[in-house]
């Protein structure tokens, strides 16, 4: 018996200036479904979730629910319908707490609210403490209220753009459970995804998009991930060769015995944390989210100040107690695991924002910015990691979030670090885009950089890194050699079955 048609797009089409992010989009959602939207960085896929959302308006084309055509002005519209969606980007406000955020779209008293909260996040292992004040999350536990906060809606249609990115192996487990109970009950679910085998493994209908066209439908279950791959791209994926590493050199960073109270209730601990990075080498950090890896970042960044300058050392000097600006000048850099806000400044054009970590590359003179300049470097970033957009003076706000990754990512690796820090490096990029990223670190380590990768992505850290640690509740493993290491080793360090 074939399902009926929940959500039906006809011809539907929407630019932006000289831009065409989506050309005459068909698209059936059946109930009961689970549906992906497979395609590059820029392909349109965010766009036309926004469209089903209301949040954009298509200049082309309808859209008909149940079979009847309906004019999706604005969010309200599409959830007065049954529609809900987590975007990639949250749209969460920082300065109120969990339940405060989860109030303003869920009906109910606070207490009712947080219980509800506590209740659901035990049964799809979403957990999260809801007093939390939103800005002291990490990035994995805010998408979980994300997604709890569109649960408790109890959609009809359910578009989950990037779910998985932030969560760990055991929550997505959980977390496809919960997405076939809601099938199961007649819930219709978009899902958009990089991991191909994650989408073979859940969806049962497939549309691939390239540059803003449909161009196949398919049944993912019957296709491996490389074709889907090259479904996505229209050309033969690339291939990453990762070499064992040369000899490690000199450390060129060392954490030792790195001690951190928790900033708030809420943060996390560090506790006698050491670590040695050398040249040549790419040291991995897995865990789960929220056990302490944002404080590691911020105290190696410079954000966070250590209690004793020798604490942190970079290129043999102690800077515990120094600045970012101090630590840059060392020959470090850094890509933080949040892009807009912290990685980028969305309301900047690409070339301001190429300034603010790259104007030692002639960008300055006598105090003025030298445009050409800054315009340059901001081309060749476009130009070497794909960054799809208009040009230098796009903002970076109007960016795809994989676009945006690769800039930034870009930006840092044309400093030529000594040492580099990257956080979550391919949140969100497609397939293509990931393996180039990492091939281009790999790249770095073999011309003597030392990288340290903070990632959840457990496939990701096997395929770059020489020497893997997982942080626990602020303690740190001791070094798994990659080669010898199994993911369920790494998994028994991750949930404190093994330190």
């Not at 060129?252 to 080498?281: E, I, K, M, W």
């Amino acid at each position: 018996m074939r399902k009926q048609a929940l959500l039906t797009l006809s011809g539907v089409s929407k630019r932006y200036g000289t831009v065409q992010a989506n050309q005459a989009i068909d698209l059936e959602v059946k109930s009961g479904s689970i549906h992906a939207i497979l395609g590059e960085n820029g392909a349109g896929k965010s766009t036309l979730m926004k469209l089903i959302y209301g949040v954009e308006h298509p200049d082309d084309g309808s859209i008909a629910w149940n079979g009847a055509p309906v004019q999706l002005s604005r969010p309200s519209d599409a959830q007065a319908l049954g529609i809900g969606m987590v975007f990639q980007h949250f749209s969460l406000f920082e300065t109120l707490s969990v339940v405060q955020n989860v109030s303003l779209m869920v009906p109910g008293r606070p207490a009712e609210i947080a219980t509800k909260i506590g209740d659901l996040g035990r049964k799809f292992g979403l957990v999260v403490d809801p007093d939390a004040m939103v800005h002291t999350l990490s990035v994995g536990e805010r998408q979980r209220v994300e997604i709890i906060r569109c649960l408790l809606l109890n959609p009809k249609l359910l578009i989950l753009d990037e779910p998985t990115s932030v969560l760990p192996p055991q929550s997505v487990k959980l977390l496809f459970e919960t997405l076939r109970k809601l099938q199961a009950e007649g819930t219709a679910i978009l899902f958009i995804s990089h991991k191909l085998e994650e989408i073979r493994a859940l969806c049962d209908e497939a549309t691939v998009l390239r540059d803003g066209k449909v161009t196949g439908r398919v049944d993912p279950r019957a296709h491996s991930a490389r074709d889907l791959a090259q479904m996505m791209i229209g050309r033969d994926m690339p291939h990453l060769a990762v070499s064992n590493s040369a000899q490690p050199g000199e450390v060129r960073l060392r954490l030792h015995n790195l001690s951190h109270p928790r900033a708030t209730q809420f943060g996390t601990t560090l506790t006698d944390v050491n670590l040695d990075l050398r040249a040549g080498q790419v040291i991995g950090i897995a865990g789960i989210s929220g056990n302490g890896q944002q404080e590691l970042a911020a105290l190696i960044s410079g954000e966070l100040r250590a209690r004793k300058p020798e604490m942190v050392q970079i290129m043999g000097q102690a800077v515990g107690r120094r600045g970012p600006m101090h630590r840059r000048a060392l020959g470090f850099t850094f890509v933080p695991e949040e892009r807009l806000g912290r990685g980028a400044v969305p309301e900047m054009s690409l070339a301001d924002n190429s300034l603010l970590t790259a104007h030692g590359q002639g960008m300055l003179r006598g105090g003025f910015i030298k445009r050409r300049v800054e315009q340059s470097f901001t081309r060749r970033c476009m130009e070497d990691f794909d960054v799809r957009t208009s040009g230098p003076d796009a903002e970076a706000g109007a960016l795809s979030g994989g676009n945006l990754q690769k800039f930034i990512l870009g930006r840092e690796i044309m400093l030529a670090p000594d040492v580099m820090l990257v956080s979550q490096p391919t949140w969100g990029v497609d397939i293509g885009a990931a393996t180039a990223i990492r091939r281009r670190l790999i790249e770095m380590r073999d011309n003597g950089a030392a990288i340290l990768v903070i990632s959840e992505e457990l496939e990701e850290l096997f395929e770059i890194c020489d020497i893997l640690h997982v942080l626990h509740e602020g303690r740190l493993s001791t070094g798994l050699p990659a080669a010898d290491t199994t993911a369920e080793e790494v998994g028994a360090y991750m949930i404190g079955a093994r330190l």
